[in-house]
């Protein structure tokens, strides 16, 4: 089925990264199994990215470097006419419209109708007469054309990313009309040069255009791989998302599968046993992201290493944290631990001890940590003074959305078990007051102060990424046992094609 609408180009950019490999990738007998990332687009995106197919069809003819046409003729009583057209570009290009189909497991056909294009330059001719006349001329030519171009964009697996080649490309004339000095009225010089030129001038076109075309479909898929590589790199951390296996191409979508696994420096990520399958995921919304469990917690493990799970609180915040409420309770555990010092004068540490395991469940991702808590009072001039240390085993369950472009993280049920509890206060650790504030506290009030840092946190690292130039609608992100799925409908900012064009023309 052909899908035909307005055009401009994503299909050149995005539709690049979801990709049909060829077999100059070797994926072994179970490749799904190494499967860490899956990104599948569907019938409706594929039609929206069309939509910027204009854009990059007209830097293809403008970018275009065409040749000096010359050639050389004998006529009758004439003798010899030579003609020569320079400093061809295009002055004028405009687009109707462009029909996309996709061939299950071969390629992306786009026919791109009635373009129309006007060429400039300029034409020198002379001839040598039978009665020894010699003429030389110049004059400034228009070439007036309407063109079909039909474009066959092979994806193909090189160095385990995605190559496009879309040499298979054809131009169809169907008007190629020469004006010489604005003269739009027919004449025998016009019709002498226009006999004498057409042929080869759609050849030099043909050639000219569609090597441009292939150029800016394999920068496209270049670019959209190092921004899709950028989006999940942070300093030393980042994740390798070459081609884990064959991708699919239907009819109604394109599916790519990634490897997913996370770089950090010396530590070793290894993955063989994902449980991914394309019937995981459905058609009706038009781009979804699958995520396995192992992708989530080697990242917490990068970020452990990379000492990254630590948070220090201060002044009011650790007020809050500490008078959530106000009783009689209250009152005399802040009094017995913080020993009348300001808050101003205190501090709060906190950091994970070991790796956080994460486990994806229908109900929400559920993080397990060892975290410690360090509260010290420091009295001006003299040496921090802790006054409580304490280890507690967390388990959280949270659930994530993405809302008004930021991400939002709800946690719900959570356990608290304490491993080591030290109290200046109560060195015995006898006192059950101190302990059963404090498991109030965290459960209440400490777990989602935590979550409420990291959530602005994510949403600055993704905008920066460039995630906020997007509009999302309706995103969801749904929680399996052990996979995560992010199913979302979207606009595309098209001047971020026309920012990157002007870079690379």
Not at 47 to 73: M, S, Y
Not at 323 to 329: G, K, L, N, P
Not at 465 to 480: A, C, H, Q, S, V
Request: aromatic letters at 10%.
């Amino acid at each position: 089925m052909l899908w035909a609408g307005r055009m401009r180009l994503g299909t050149f950019g995005i539709l690049l990264m979801l990709v049909h490999a060829s077999a100059a990738c070797e994926f072994g007998p179970f490749p799904y199994r190494a499967t860490g990332i899956v990104c599948r687009m569907t019938k409706p995106a594929a039609l929206l990215l069309n939509q910027e197919t204009a854009q990059v069809i007209q830097a293809a003819f403008r970018n275009a470097k065409f040749p000096n046409i010359t050639g050389e003729r004998s006529l009758r009583l004439l003798g010899k006419v030579a003609y020569e057209l320079t400093n061809i570009q295009v002055n004028d290009l405009s687009i109707e419209q462009s029909e996309v189909e996709l061939k299950e497991n071969d390629a992306i056909h786009i026919a791109i109708k009635n373009v129309t294009a006007f060429f400039k330059g300029t034409l020198t001719y002379g001839y040598a007469g039978a009665w020894f006349l010699q003429l030389f001329h110049s004059v400034d030519f228009e070439i007036e054309s309407s063109i079909d171009l039909q474009i066959n964009i092979k994806l193909m697996c090189q160095k385990d990313q995605v190559a496009a080649d879309a040499s298979d490309c054809y131009l169809t004339f169907h008007k190629l009309t020469l004006h010489l000095q604005g003269d739009k009225e027919p004449g025998w010089l016009k019709q002498l040069f226009t006999d004498f030129i057409s042929f080869t001038l759609k050849l030099v076109l043909k050639s000219e255009v569609c090597n441009e075309i292939n150029f800016l479909a394999q920068v496209l898929a270049n670019f959209v791989h190092d921004l899709a590589a950028d989006f999940v790199r942070d300093k030393d951390i980042s994740v390798d998302i070459s081609l884990a296996s064959v991708p699919l191409m239907k009819a109604n979508y394109l599916e790519s599968h990634h490897k997913g696994l996370v770089l950090y420096k010396n530590y070793s990520d290894v993955f063989s046993d994902s449980v991914f399958s394309p019937s995981l995921l459905t058609e009706s919304r038009m781009l979804y992201f699958w995520l396995s469990e192992h992708i989530l917690n080697s990242l917490a493990s990068a970020a452990f290493l990379d000492k990254r799970l630590v948070l220090t609180i201060r002044g009011q915040k650790l007020q809050a944290l500490f008078e959530m409420e106000d009783t009689e309770a209250q009152r005399k555990a802040v009094q017995m631990i913080f020993q009348g010092t300001s808050y101003n004068d205190s501090e709060a540490k906190v950091w994970s001890l070991a790796h956080p395991q994460i486990s994806l469940q229908p109900e929400g991702t559920v993080v397990k940590s060892l975290v410690a808590v360090e509260v010290s009072i420091l009295p001006p001039g003299e040496e921090p003074l802790m006054v409580l240390y304490m280890e507690k085993e967390i388990t959280v369950t949270i659930q994530a959305a993405y809302v008004e472009k930021k991400l939002i993280l709800h946690p719900l049920d959570s356990r608290i078990e304490f491993k080591v509890f030290k109290c200046t206060a109560d060195p015995s650790g006898n006192d059950p007051s101190i302990r059963n504030f404090l498991q109030t506290m965290i459960s209440v009030v400490g777990i989602p102060e935590v979550i409420s840092r990291i959530e602005p946190a994510l949403t600055s690292l993704m905008n920066s990424k460039g995630l906020n130039l997007f509009e999302i609608r309706n995103p969801e992100i749904i929680t399996r046992k052990g996979y995560i799925i992010v199913q979302l409908d979207f606009s595309f900012p098209n001047h971020l094609l026309l920012d990157f064009l002007e870079k690379i023309l």
